[in-house]
């Protein structure tokens, strides 16, 4: 279907329909992809085209992005207005997407309590805005609002907001109980004349479920029953009251008003007090009062999705995830961006610092000896000699003592020298192997009484209960994902699975499968590619290698047809949740860790510094001997 219309003085076409509602139809305009067309019922028509012609009067260029005003009169060929020209909401997603937890993770997975704090702070920019021009929006709801992935508001149904122009009152004939102010509670909308202060209930109603995840002002915990939200509003029960006490208290497991910014639950407490009725805040204090909170965010030491206003001592949202045993802000990215930020805390504390059981203070003098020159001198006599000897042995052998027997007792002399010289090289080797461990036992029991006066031994192990820590917590990414992984092939498994079954064994379908074959598969308990197996056919009488493989190679083309769909069902999204409130717990726990150990590094770092700079004589005498004596045993090796 299309209607031919004139908007901005040229006929254009309309042929796509994108939302149709109680007061009109909404097409795609054909030639502006920023705008669409709305066209009025017949029904109201008349009122609607004098109400948006005067409403383009009054707004006229001042047309913001913080409401759909209209752009444009469209009319039919009678010149009659039907309808009129609006920018088109792009890019954008309606506020209740914002209000669900669930919701919100999947169309702003991104966003953390900043955002809600800004698209509060826009809203009220929006309502106050609007209020400029002289309109009371009247009917505020989550319905009418929408926002952008970077916290932009855009309200929308502005043809239905209250103006007057040119002295002619232009009313708010709808409204929304659950936003609409105690004093206008079951009263008809189109009898009464809208103020400011009406809005300043519904917008305050607004911002209470974006700063508090949802949660409505006005339901909570009743004593004595249940009752409808809206006569909870016309008795003043606001749930959350820091300073009245009401017939509802917030229900358990829920943010307080109290983590908000004081300045915040102030106005909240006067907007929903009787005694304000008249005089509620403002959108324009509003927005003075959320600038203030969002320059007070200040993020979790724990963690880094976690804002809060620096007015309060503990982080809010650390309290009530703990509650509600899952997160409230999370991004599949933030695990790895936290265990690595843990990484970057140890590697901080430990202040470049290498500590081991070996570790010593500064050499005052790094030349380290080399092989004493006795040492020397007797390995080079030994060498000498015995080369000498074997050169001997060797120059008998060859000419052989069975030729010249007197050469016989000769070798023998020769060899017996040999041995000796061996023996007393053992004899040196041994010396200095005794040597060097009595000098190395002596060295580490210095070292282990200076690493303990010093707080190196201390300190030490404060860093490997850290080094610990920091691989618990990057392993936690890689165990995570492998329980994803398991999931989607617990998910392919069983759509393999279904496909299987669909594909029921049925007469001619398979090669050499008639009826009667089907029958006694059946009586077999194969009715599907799912029950089919080399296995499973083989023990059925009658059922040959011919028969077995059809139907094996039946379900292997059955398979090859099948497609993984990824699609996560509700319960699925569930669990994924699970495993990523339970990997983000462990970390947060592991993190908890770090803290006493810092403290506890903290003034031990400045003083092992120090010693391990500080030489220290008896050490350093006791490390020269050890080298000495390593140096001496390496020199004699082989002898």
């Known amino acids: 279907m299309s209607i031919n219309v004139r908007c901005a003085g040229r006929f254009i076409t309309l042929t796509k329909l994108i939302g149709s509602g109680g007061e009109g139809d909404v097409y795609q305009h054909p030639t502006e992809p920023a705008q669409v067309i709305k066209l009025f019922k017949e029904s109201n028509r008349q009122v609607k085209a004098e109400k948006v012609a005067a409403m383009l009067e009054l707004v006229g260029e001042q047309n913001t992005g913080f409401a759909t005003f209209p752009l444009s009169l469209v009319m039919d060929h009678s010149a009659q207005v039907v309808g009129y020209a609006m920018p088109k909401v792009m890019q954008s997603e309606p506020i209740n997407d914002l209000l669900s937890n669930q919701q919100r993770k999947k169309t702003f997975p991104d966003s953390d309590y900043r955002f809600l704090v800004r698209v509060a702070l826009n809203t009220a920019r929006a309502v106050a805005t609007i209020h400029k021009f002289g309109c009371v929006i009247g009917d505020i709801n989550s319905s009418g ?32 109980g659950e936003y609409t102010p105690p004093e206008l509670q079951g009263v008809d909308f189109r009898k009464v004349e809208r103020v400011h202060d009406h809005d300043a ?24 029953g249940e009752a409808r939200i809206e006569d909870d509003i016309k008795a003043y029960d606001f749930a959350y009251s ?62 880094d999705s976690h804002f809060y206003t620096n007015t309060l001592r503990a982080c809010p949202w650390c309290r009530l995830e ?11 990215a933030d695990l790895t961006l936290f265990v690595a930020k843990c990484g970057r805390q140890v590697d ?29 001198k007797r390995a080079r006599l030994l060498r000498g000699v015995k080369a000498g000897v074997l050169s001997a042995v060797g120059l008998s052998e060859a000419v052989g003592f069975l030729n010249f027997p007197q050469l016989f007792l000769g070798e023998l002399l020769v060899g017996a020298a040999a041995v000796g010289i061996t023996l007393f090289a053992t004899s040196v080797k041994g010396e200095l192997a005794r040597a060097l461990k009595s000098k190395r036992a002596s060295l580490s029991a210095e070292r282990s009484r200076w690493a303990l006066a010093s707080g190196v031994t201390e300190l030490l192990g404060v860093h490997q209960r850290l080094d610990k820590l920091r691989d618990d917590l990057l392993a936690l990414p890689g165990q995570k994902q492998v329980e994803l992984d398991a999931m989607v092939a617990e998910r392919r498994v069983k759509q393999l699975e279904s496909h299987l079954r669909d594909a029921r064994i049925g007469p001619g379908m398979i090669a050499g499968i008639g009826p009667v074959k089907v029958t006694t598969l059946a009586r077999n308990g194969i009715v599907s590619a ?29 398979e090859g047809r099948f497609v993984f769909r990824h699609v996560k069902t509700e319960a699925d999204e569930r669990q994924e949740l699970k495993i990523t409130a339970d990997y983000r717990e462990r970390a947060i726990e592991l993190r908890k860790a770090i803290a006493p150990l810092e403290a506890q590094a903290k003034p031990l770092t400045p003083k092992v510094k120090a010693a391990l700079e500080q030489p220290n004589g008896s050490i350093e005498a006791l490390h020269r001997e050890v080298v000495q004596l390593e140096k001496n045993l390496e020199a004699v090796k082989g002898l």
């Open 145 to 176: 609002i929408f926002v952008s992935q970077a916290g932009l508001v855009t309200l929308i149904d502005a043809d239905s907001f209250q103006f007057t122009h040119n002295g002619k009152l232009y009313p708010c004939t709808v409204g929304t």
């Open 242 to 303: 820091v300073t009245r006490t009401t017939a509802l208290t917030a229900p358990p497991r829920t943010k307080r008003l109290t983590d908000t910014h004081p300045e915040v639950a102030k106005l909240f407490d006067m907007t929903f007090d009787p005694a304000s009725k008249g005089k509620r805040p403002t959108a324009a204090e509003w927005v003075r009062i959320l600038e203030l909170y969002e320059q007070s965010l200040q993020s979790c030491s724990l963690v």
């Open 322 to 332: 703990s509650e509600l045993k899952n997160p409230v802000f999370y991004t599949n």
């Open 530 to 558: 799912f029950d089919v197996s080399e296995a499973a056919v083989t023990r059925i009488t009658g059922f040959g290698p011919a028969t077995t493989e059809a139907l094996v190679s039946w379900r292997r083309s059955v």
């Open 201 to 224: 209930f519904g917008l305050a109603t607004m911002l209470f479920q974006i700063l508090m995840l949802g949660r409505h002002p006005f339901a909570g915990v009743r004593r004595g």
């Open 348 to 376: 901080a504390i430990k202040d470049g610092l290498r500590l081991t059981d070996e570790t010593l203070p500064r050499l005052a003098n790094p030349l380290l000896p080399g092989v004493q020159d006795d040492v020397v």
